[in-house]
């Protein structure tokens, strides 16, 4: 990626000497246009790091892809230490070719942000630093049989209220759960008050900072990231002890990481070796959260979906938490600390989304490539009447059905690849209608529009299925990387880089794309009313038992 040229960053309202990196000479307004924001985005499929300059332009990036463990049917998992070791080389490898052929210099990098999957869950021994096994990783449904014992727990009914969550297989409590009841060495060193316990956030800014040899120990997570433990009360951003008893969870034998906000000059600690040794981390979001952030979605009544792995539709509600009647999840939007009170969203979570399209890749051999899949989705009108309910980790939101399994309803002679491509993309776009309904009847309020980004929106034929299916606009900007720009966001904003929202105004508005409603309303609305009927077919699949057969 070249460099951007014509920044015009915001003023930092205050910028004393001390705070000069060792060698800058300029005075702190020269400086003040030359600072720089590192981005870490963590996501399931790859980890990237990103430089940007202070009007929010990428100025260069670096990205690896991650290996995804998948050790059994419904069993997904990554090793901690290789999550670790990408964003490590991403960091390295972005600031030496910034240096080398941008002429970028890594003193003038002011802070780094770090937006992250979320729900993944690390356990590590807090003695070594060391990871007790694989992450457990969002869309894992191992837990499954777990969750219906649980749900039958008194008390259960009450959680939603606190936590914003509703009981299933993608919090990270069920995760936590499973490895305390199935793991020896996770039983072993929760006994011995050794274990500690963090979404991926924690894990990085933990041994970013040097893990259980730093001279500060940080072990911390931000509100967006704690409201996706289901450990966490959502109006007081601390941990609840009622959650923490229904799931079994003594403090006294596990290391659960502070709550800290979403951006703060000191909270998360610094980067302890490496190029950018001694650069303070100030910012951190979970993933979607920092997609909304990077869409500038400040307003009430604003939403994003973001089309990566999985897609994530935040709608931000303001101050005050709204729960779900209609199966949405409550969450933290961000909490920008300083004073700011923390703002919420509802949000619409699907499970499967760019992971379909992988699904066609790597384990039907479509193509070698995601971008092939939607030029054979685009290579037909429509899916031969085909209807893909990709559950391969059973629906979320607005459903919640964990015993469903993928399913391909209306398959004849006629249907070709091309078919399954089609109705593969537009199964995410399905599963947005249902969820704007969902919001607009939780809400109130119909939206006129969506900010979309994430790998799958540089998918025309899926945005322009999108706006079909769901008969909204779908609005792409040019500049995708909004998820890690969210996090350069709340990173700038502790130190300085911006200090009001309003700032961030203009960020982001050049170059984008819209894609409008073409089908009319009343097809849209009998392919809904199909595709909700094999959601109701692909109900009850999985049986117990069932894997003694
Ligand atoms: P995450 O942050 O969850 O790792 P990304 O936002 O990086 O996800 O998106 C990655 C996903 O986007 C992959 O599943 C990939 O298959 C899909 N993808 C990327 N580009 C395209 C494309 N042109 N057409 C279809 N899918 C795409």
């Given at each position: 990626?070249?460099?951007?040229?014509?920044?015009?960053?915001?003023?930092?309202?205050?910028?004393?000497?001390?705070?000069?990196?060792?060698?800058?000479?300029?005075?702190?307004?020269?400086?003040?246009?030359?600072?720089?924001?590192?981005?870490?985005?963590?996501?399931?499929?790859?980890?990237?790091?990103?430089?940007?300059?202070?009007?929010?332009?990428?100025?260069?990036?670096?990205?690896?892809?991650?290996?995804?463990?998948?050790?059994?049917?419904?069993?997904?998992?990554?090793?901690?230490?290789?999550?670790?070791?990408?964003?490590?080389?991403?960091?390295?490898?972005?600031?030496?070719?910034?240096?080398?052929?941008?002429?970028?210099?890594?003193?003038?990098?002011?802070?780094?942000?770090?937006?992250n999957?979320r729900e993944?869950?690390?356990?590590?021994?807090?003695?070594?630093?060391?990871?007790?096994?694989?992450?457990?990783?969002?869309?894992?449904?191992?837990?499954?049989?777990?969750?219906?014992?649980?749900?039958?727990?008194?008390?259960?009914?009450?959680l939603t209220?606190i936590c914003g969550l509703p009981?299933?297989?993608y919090p990270s409590s069920?995760?936590?759960?499973?490895?305390?009841?199935?793991?020896?060495?996770?039983?072993?060193?929760?006994?011995?008050?050794?274990?500690?316990?963090?979404t991926?956030d924690s894990?990085?800014?933990?041994?970013?900072?040097?893990?259980?040899?730093?001279?500060?120990?940080?072990?911390?997570t931000d509100g967006t990231n704690a409201s996706r433990t289901m450990f966490m009360d959502l109006r007081t951003l601390q941990y609840d002890?009622?959650l923490?008893?229904?799931?079994?969870?003594?403090?006294?034998?596990?290391?659960l990481p502070?709550i800290v906000p979403s951006?703060?000059?000191?909270?998360?600690?610094?980067?302890?070796?490496?190029?950018?040794?001694?650069?303070?981390?100030?910012?951190c979001l979970g993933d979607q959260s920092s997609?909304l952030?990077?869409?500038?979605?400040?307003?009430?009544?604003?939403?994003?979906?973001?089309?990566?792995?999985?897609?994530f539709?935040l709608?931000?509600v303001?101050?005050?938490p709204v729960i779900?009647?209609?199966?949405l999840l409550a969450t933290v939007a961000y909490d920008?600390?300083?004073?700011?009170?923390p703002v919420y969203a509802l949000e619409?979570s699907?499970?499967?989304?760019?992971?379909?399209?992988?699904?066609?890749?790597?384990?039907?051999?479509?193509?070698?490539?995601?971008?092939?899949?939607?030029?054979?989705?685009?290579?037909?009108?429509?899916?031969?009447?085909?209807?893909?309910?990709?559950?391969?980790?059973?629906?979320?939101?607005?459903?919640?059905?964990?015993?469903?399994?993928?399913?391909?309803?209306?398959?004849?002679?006629?249907?070709?690849?091309?078919?399954?491509?089609?109705?593969?993309?537009?199964?995410?776009?399905?599963?947005?209608?249902?969820?704007?309904?969902?919001?607009?009847?939780?809400?109130?309020?119909?939206?006129?529009?969506?900010?979309?980004?994430?790998?799958?929106?540089?998918?025309?034929?899926?945005?322009?299925?999108?706006?079909?299916?769901?008969?909204?606009?779908?609005?792409?900007?040019?500049?995708?990387?909004?998820?890690?720009?969210?996090?350069?966001?709340?990173?700038?904003?502790?130190?300085?880089?911006?200090?009001?929202?309003?700032?961030?105004?203009?960020?982001?508005?050049?170059?984008?794309?819209?894609?409008?409603?073409?089908?009319?309303?009343?097809?849209?609305?009998?392919?809904?009313?199909?595709?909700?009927?094999?959601?109701?077919?692909?109900?009850?699949?999985?049986?117990?038992?069932?894997?003694?057969?």
């Open positions: 990626m070249t460099s951007l040229s014509g920044s015009a960053p915001g003023q930092p309202r205050q910028q004393e000497d001390e705070h000069l990196p060792h060698g800058i000479t300029e005075t702190a307004a020269e400086l003040a246009h030359n600072w720089f924001v590192g981005s870490i985005d963590q996501g399931t499929t790859s980890s990237r790091f990103l430089i940007f300059d202070g009007a929010g332009n990428p100025v260069a990036m670096r990205q690896l892809e991650l290996e995804n463990l998948y050790p059994r049917s419904g069993w997904h998992e990554q090793d901690p230490l290789t999550i670790l070791r990408s964003v490590e080389e991403c960091i390295e490898g972005c600031v030496r070719e910034w240096e080398e052929e941008n002429g970028g210099d890594r003193r003038r990098i002011r802070a780094v942000g770090l937006t999957q993944t869950t690390v356990v590590w021994d807090r003695e070594t630093g060391e990871p007790l096994g694989n992450a457990v990783v969002w869309p894992d449904t191992r837990t499954s049989g777990l969750v219906r014992e649980l749900r039958s727990r008194e008390g259960a009914g009450e209220e009981l299933s297989t069920v995760k936590l759960l499973w490895l305390l009841q199935n793991d020896e060495r996770v039983k072993k060193a929760y006994d011995e008050g050794r274990l500690a316990f963090g991926v894990w990085l800014i933990y041994r970013l900072n040097g893990g259980a040899g730093a001279e500060k120990v940080v072990h911390v002890d009622r923490l008893k229904f799931f079994g969870i003594d403090r006294e034998k596990i290391a502070r951006s703060d000059a000191e909270a998360f600690g610094k980067i302890a070796s490496g190029v950018l040794a001694g650069v303070p981390i100030t910012g997609a952030v990077g869409q500038c979605g400040f307003k009430p009544g604003q939403a994003k979906n973001t089309y990566g792995t999985g897609c539709l709608y931000n303001g101050e005050e779900s009647k209609n199966g920008f600390g300083k004073g700011r009170k619409g699907i499970a499967v989304a760019g992971s379909g399209v992988n699904f066609l890749v790597n384990n039907l051999g479509f193509s070698d490539d995601p971008s092939r899949i939607s030029e054979l989705a685009e290579s037909v009108e429509d899916s031969g009447g085909l209807v893909f309910v990709t559950a391969f980790s059973g629906l979320f939101a607005p459903y919640w059905i964990d015993d469903a399994q993928g399913t391909l309803f209306g398959m004849t002679q006629y249907t070709t690849k091309a078919h399954i491509a089609r109705a593969t993309l537009e199964a995410t776009c399905f599963q947005t209608r249902a969820i704007l309904k969902a919001m607009e009847e939780d809400s109130g309020h119909k939206l006129e529009r969506i900010a979309v980004d994430g790998g799958l929106s540089n998918s025309d034929v899926c945005m322009q299925a999108q706006a079909d299916i769901a008969q909204i606009p779908v609005d792409r900007p040019a500049m995708r990387e909004t998820t890690a720009l969210g996090a350069a966001v709340a990173a700038g904003l502790a130190v300085g880089v911006w200090n009001e929202l309003e700032e961030l105004d203009d960020v982001n508005k050049i170059g984008r794309r819209m894609f409008t409603p073409k089908m009319p309303e009343k097809k849209a609305e009998g392919l809904f009313e199909k595709w909700n009927r094999a959601v109701e077919m692909s109900r009850g699949w999985v049986r117990e038992g069932d894997e003694k057969n």
